[in-house]
T-cell receptor
Framework: NAGVMQNPRHLVRRRGQEARLRCSPM?????VYWYRQLPEEGLKFMVY????????ESGMPKERFSAEFPKEGPSILRIQQVVRGDSAAYFC????????????????FGPGTRLTVT | EDQVTQSPEALRLQEGESSSLNCSYT??????LFWYRQDPGKGPEFLFT???AGEEKEKERLKATLTKKESFLHITAPKPEDSATYLC?????????FGKGTKLSVKP
C-alpha cells in the first residue's frame, strides 16, 4: 500500500513565478491536509480539504495561496507570485476519516516538497 | 491561543541511556495528542495517538504517556538508530498544532 506521495520533491522558482505542489493521498483516504515547515520552526497547518471541498483554510495566507482537491487527481497547493519568504518544506498528510469522528485518527505524512525561491 | 511546547530542544544520549522528552500543551478541547518521528529530509512518521489522561502506549523502545497538561515520550535503552527529531502535536479539530520538536542524538 503506497504511502502519501508528493511531487516534485524539490522545486526552485524565481521571485514572481508560480509554484504548484501536488499530493496524492494514501489509497482509501479522502481527507488531505497541507502543512508548511520553515527552517527551525514547527509544522504549521495551512489547509484541510476533502474531495471537492475546502473544510478549513484558516492557516493559509489569504493572498497568493490556493488549494484544491478535485474529484479526480491529486490535491494541488498553488502559490502565485512567489517571494523568498515562501521558501520552506511543504508537507501533505492524509487520513481515512474526519479526525476524531471515530476510528482512523492518524494523519500520515508524505515526504514533502522543498520549495526554494531565488 | 492554542500552543504546544516541547523540551528540551535537543538531547544527546549515550547508547543505552534512558530518558524522557516532554510535551506540554494548551489546546482548547484537546481530543488527541500525537507523537511523530522525523528524520532529516523526510516527512513525519506516525508513532502514537493518546486520547485521555492516564493513557499509555508502547512501541519497541518508546512509551508515550499523557496527563491533563503534558505528554512524555520515554525512550528506554536507546540505540543510534533512534536518533531523529520527535514531534508532538495536539488536535481538537481537523488540523494538528505541532511543537518545534526535540532533536535526539544517540551516540554509540
Amino acid at each position: 500500500n503506497a504511502g502519501v506521495m508528493q511531487n516534485p520533491r524539490h522545486l526552485v522558482r524565481r521571485r514572481g513565478q508560480e509554484a504548484r505542489l501536488r499530493c496524492s493521498p494514501m489509497k482509501g483516504h479522502s481527507h488531505v491536509y497541507w502543512y508548511r515547515q520553515l527552517p527551525e520552526e514547527g509544522l504549521k497547518f495551512m489547509v484541510y480539504l476533502q474531495k471537492e471541498n475546502i473544510i478549513d483554510e484558516s492557516g493559509m495566507p489569504k493572498e497568493r495561496f490556493s488549494a484544491e482537491f478535485p474529484k479526480e487527481g491529486p490535491s494541488i497547493l498553488r502559490i502565485q507570485q512567489v517571494v523568498r519568504g515562501d521558501s520552506a518544506a511543504y508537507f501533505c498528510a492524509s487520513s481515512p476519516n474526519i479526525l476524531f469522528a471515530g476510528g482512523g485518527n492518524e494523519q500520515y505524512f508524505g515526504p514533502g516538497t522543498r520549495l526554494t525561491v531565488t | 491561543e492554542d500552543q504546544v511546547t516541547q523540551s528540551p530542544e535537543a538531547l544527546r544520549l549515550q547508547e543505552g541511556e534512558s530518558s524522557s522528552l516532554n510535551c506540554s500543551y494548551t489546546v482548547s478541547g484537546l481530543r488527541g495528542l500525537f507523537w511523530y518521528r522525523q528524520d532529516p529530509g523526510k516527512g513525519p512518521e506516525f508513532l502514537f495517538t493518546l486520547y485521555s489522561a492516564g493513557e499509555e502506549k508502547e512501541k519497541e523502545r518508546l512509551k508515550a504517556t499523557l496527563t491533563k497538561k503534558e505528554s512524555f515520550l520515554h525512550i528506554t535503552a536507546p540505540k543510534p538508530e533512534d536518533s531523529a527529531t520527535y514531534l508532538c502535536a495536539g488536535g481538537s479539530q481537523g488540523n494538528l498544532i505541532f511543537g518545534k520538536g526535540t532533536k535526539l542524538s544517540v551516540k554509540p
